[in-house]
């Protein structure tokens, strides 16, 4: 046999793909080679033994129980709700690093449970017993404050104008209506069948 018969031979025992079949090959490819993540958090770098920078944000090691302090993986989990905050608090649970803020102890604002000063009840309720933790004291600039978007009342809606009737007032006193009670109708009685004294009935007997 030659070459052009064996084609021939195959393109009969293989039919063209479909449409759908080439969609799902290519479909195959793009999962098989995933595209790189992008990195999240911020960069994590030290200044000096206790002090460092979070991104921009200047913040300073004050403890640092069982070495629980880990920059890279602060950095990785590092957002920016936690700038709004004091302190941070990161404690270690199955090996996942957990980030916690807290305001300073003279902080009225805040609520009692989110002051520093009540940070050995949340390591106590929260936290796995004898975890490793540290906890970072913000030192550089004014805390962010996340903005809430506010709907602002917009001055310029057009009002619905509605026109009043004016009518004169006259000093003519109106006639008062005077209602009459009505009379009740007398009802007129019913005559009924009375059976007369003395009536009798006769009951015929049936003739065969």
Wanted: proline share 4%; glycine share 6%.
């Amino acid at each position: 046999m030659t070459k052009e018969q064996n084609d021939k031979k195959e393109k009969q025992t293989n039919p063209e793909k479909t449409v759908t079949e080439e969609l799902t090959e290519v479909l195959d490819e793009i999962v098989e080679t995933p595209a790189e993540e992008k990195k999240k958090g911020e960069m994590v770098v030290f200044i000096d033994e206790s002090n460092l920078l979070i991104g921009e944000r200047q913040y300073r090691l004050v403890r640092n129980y069982r070495e629980g302090f880990d920059a890279e993986r602060l950095g990785e989990r590092f957002s920016e709700v936690l700038t709004r905050y004091d302190y941070i608090v990161g404690d270690w649970g199955y090996e996942q690093l957990r980030l916690k803020g807290f305001f300073r102890e003279e902080d009225r604002k805040s609520l009692p449970e989110q002051r520093i000063d009540t940070l050995e009840d949340y390591l106590y309720e929260y936290c796995n017993f004898g975890c490793a933790y540290f906890v970072l004291e913000r030192t550089g600039g004014k805390r962010q404050q996340v903005r809430k978007k506010r709907k602002r009342k917009r001055k310029d809606k057009p009002q619905a104008f509605v026109e009043e009737k004016k009518v004169p007032v006259t000093d003519k006193p109106k006639k008062k209506t005077i209602i009459r009670n009505r009379q009740p109708q007398k009802e007129t009685p019913v005559p009924t069948k009375t059976k007369e004294k003395g009536e009798r009935f006769v009951i015929r007997q049936r003739e065969e």
